[in-house]
């Protein structure tokens, strides 16, 4: 698909929509990105799953590692269709680091994709997994995500793809041209 296609997609089924929001940081932002709303759809899935495959189909995936539980139904796709195992990792309420569920294992020599829905320039629990699958000696090939908000080019040294490539803008509350003081206007991120 091509770039106006995705983006049609993405806001077609709100997982990307033009509107004032409150991220949990309290900074607010002209740009609401929900995911899940593309992801719960499996065509949809299938499509912005082989957006992201299609860039590791030459570097025999064996592992793909949802960062978080929002990217797990991303992740099996791309598992799929990559033809690997797919494990998921879970991240505590307000903690920085995450943990491969305790059923899964990653294994000494596995080849592994690291997949969320989102990749910000702080990707606390992505680098803390990458240095457990590490650890495990195994070997971090790519970083996919749904969305890149990142203003680095690269922030993991591995191949790294997204589908949308999303720069919103940020305001502190008292610089909100939306608010201009108004908190009645305010619409909170879920």
Partial sequence: MNQEKIQALL???????????????????????RPLKVLQFPP?????AFELVEHFL??????????SVDAILLAAEMARQLEARVV?????????????????????????VMVDTLLTDN?????????????????LIGVASLFDTST??????????????????????????????DTTALVPQE
Wanted: charged share 20%; proline share 5%; glycine share 6%.
């Fill in 88 to 112: 998921f990792a879970t991240t505590p309420a307000g903690a920085d680091t995450a943990a491969l569920h305790p059923d899964f294992a990653i294994h000494s020599g596995d080849r592994v």
């Fill in 44 to 48: 949809f899935c299938r499509k912005v």
């Fill in 152 to 181: 680095a080019a690269h922030i993991f040294n591995v191949r790294q793809v997204t589908v949308a490539k999303i720069t919103p803008q940020y305001w502190e509350k008292e610089a909100c041209p939306t608010c201009a003081g």
């Fill in 11 to 33: 806001y077609s089924t709100g997982a990307l929509q033009d509107e004032h929001v409150v991220l949990p940081d309290g900074r607010h932002s002209n740009t609401r990105l």
């Fill in 123 to 139: 990707p606390a629990a992505l680098r803390s997994l990458g240095r457990r699958i590490l650890m495990e000696d195994a070997r």
């Fill in 58 to 67: 030459d570097i025999d995936a064996q592992v793909v590692v949802a960062a």
